[in-house]
Nanobody, 114 residues
């Protein structure tokens, strides 16, 4: 059973930065795609960013230019660098991995105060 463990969430003021980490319990080479999603209170979960095994990335329009997804294969970890944070970025952020089947972490809460 694969485990994805997110960390790095917290409270930050608008304009600030956070870096989220997603540590996988097995080599991330085995995943075709890894990504981040978020869910704000009373809203549906939405796509934030993804990175494929070949290194290509995709971003939601709402975070382009502010967030960067990256991976460290040696550490089996995917990161989400979040800059210029806005109150509307407040949400629980979930790590996702696709490789044969889909896996989800339990999430880490990001709160951006105005």
């Amino acid at each position: 059973q694969v485990q994805l463990v997110e960390s790095g969430g917290g409270l930050v003021q608008a304009g600030g930065s956070l870096r989220l980490s997603c540590a996988a319990s097995r080599s991330i080479f085995s995943f075709n795609r890894m990504g981040w999603y978020r869910q704000a209170p009373a809203k549906q979960r939405e796509f934030v960013a993804s990175i494929f095994s070949g290194g290509s990335t995709n971003y939601a329009d709402s975070v382009k230019g502010r967030f960067t997804i990256s991976r460290d294969n040696a550490k089996n970890t995917v990161y989400l660098q979040m800059n210029s944070l806005k109150p509307e970025d407040t949400a629980t952020y979930y790590c996702n991995a696709m490789g044969g089947r889909e896996y989800w972490g339990k999430g880490t809460l990001v709160t951006v105060s105005s």
